[in-house]
């Protein structure tokens, strides 16, 4: 058994899968292994494993990339087949070719050598940009499985059919976080310095100051936020960050969580990206309203708990 579990098992290398019933709930890459022994000789094996976008975290940009006028779903599928088209770096994720609708202008240095993750991220995190994930299925005819660069624009939605959850009911209980730390009423981007003669002093680009006056006017206090893009030298991309940032920092996103029980409801990963109807009645609230399910985590039956699902919501 263990010479089994050592060959199978190879850090950086090893791809996981989890199946439940007929449905693949979950793939990606063993990155971690520890193995342990307690008092009474008993071996256990603790593994850690990122979902394949974790991949493009180990991948780095080494050549020059260029795009003018280009639609930012091509410029995203163009750094994956980048990544996936060297000796080595084909870990099978396939693309579709349906767009966005937008139009970019970027020009990705080597010298910087950023990861593909980090492209991929900043892409999207721009004014009207877009959510991106490496998603797993099984493919219903041939039963492989299938990993794919799913893209969403503004957000990735499913056309999963809308399911009602209710508290008391399935719902068997719910965390609400309000933070008040990241919300801004001003901001301003930083960008790489431009400055290309040496006998000057280098100063960074700089976004347009964004103040929300209506904020401020209705009893908001002044609350300054910031953000860092060393490698963006364009003004326009660099305005393009700040607007996406500062829309977030003023309405900052509330991810509630709910816990389902999986024995009174059907749930699957499929249900990430769609839409559901959630009614919470008690003290607190008289809630009945639709969410966008962004996470889901599985907490397996005990003695005396049933298997539940962790849901993570925010508004669709």
């Not at 001003?186 to 976004?207: F, H, I, K, Y």
């Not at 990206?273 to 005990?302: A, C, K, Q």
Request: net charge neutral; hydrophobic share 40%.
């Amino acid at each position: 058994m263990a010479a089994r579990i050592r060959a199978a098992v190879q850090p950086a290398r090893t791809a996981l899968w989890i199946e439940r019933g007929r449905y693949l709930w979950w793939g990606g890459i063993l990155w971690t292994a520890t193995v342990t022994s307690d008092a009474r000789g008993f071996l256990s094996m603790a593994v850690g494993a990122g979902t394949f976008d974790s991949y493009l975290d180990h991948r780095r940009l080494l050549d020059t990339q260029t795009a003018t006028g280009v639609d930012q779903f091509d410029i995203a599928r163009g750094l994956v087949d980048y990544a996936q088209r060297v000796p080595g770096g084909d870990i099978g994720i396939e693309c579709d070719d349906h767009l966005s609708g937008i139009r970019r202008d970027r020009v990705y240095s080597r010298y910087d050598m950023p990861t593909i993750r980090d492209l991929l991220s900043q892409l999207g995190s721009v004014d009207g940009g877009f959510e991106w994930r490496i998603a797993v299925h099984r493919d219903p005819e041939t039963g492989r499985r299938v990993k794919r660069l799913q893209l969403g624009h503004p957000a990735i939605h499913s056309s999963t059919t809308e399911i009602v959850l209710a508290h008391p009911g399935p719902v068997l209980a719910y965390a609400w976080p309000v933070d008040g730390t990241q919300r801004a009423t001003s901001w301003q981007s930083r960008g790489a310095s431009t400055n290309s003669n040496q006998t000057t002093q280098s100063v960074p680009l700089l976004s347009a100051a964004l103040v929300a006056d209506d904020d401020i006017g209705a009893g908001w206090p002044r609350l300054d936020g910031a953000s860092d893009y060393s490698t963006v030298e364009d003004q326009g991309v660099l305005d393009a960050h700040a607007r996406a940032d500062f829309a977030t920092a003023r309405r900052p996103h509330t991810i509630p969580e709910i816990t389902v029980a999986l024995d009174r409801t059907e749930l699957s990963p499929a249900l990430l990206g769609s839409t559901i109807r959630l009614r919470i009645r008690d003290l607190w609230h008289h809630l009945d309203e639709r969410y966008r399910i962004v996470g889901l985590s599985i907490s397996p039956p005990e003695r005396g708990r049933p298997e539940t699902a962790k849901l993570y919501l925010e508004v669709p």
